[in-house]
């Protein structure tokens, strides 16, 4: 009976620790132009771009 508490306490421990979250490189989470401009419909990547950004 002991032997199946710690089979199911290593699988659990296992479990919880293989998992982990990936990350982007340097853009901490931002989407690129094409990505955003196929999310909202637009037929151009073009407002999207940092580059191309309009300032007020």
């Known amino acids: 009976m002991k032997s199946i508490y710690l089979i199911l306490a290593v699988c659990g ?3 919880s620790t293989a998992c982990y ?4 490189a ?4 931002k989407v690129p132009p094409g990505q955003a401009k196929k999310g ?3 037929k ?3 407002p ?4 191309q950004r309009k300032k007020n």
Do not use: D, Q
Not at 26 to 29: D, H, L, P
Not at 48 to 51: C, I, L, R, S
């Open 44 to 46: 151009s990547a073009k």
């Open 48 to 51: 999207f771009a940092p580059g």
């Open 21 to 24: 979250t990936t990350r982007t």
């Open 40 to 42: 909202y419909g637009s």
């Open 13 to 15: 421990l296992m479990l």
């Open 26 to 29: 340097g853009n901490s989470g």
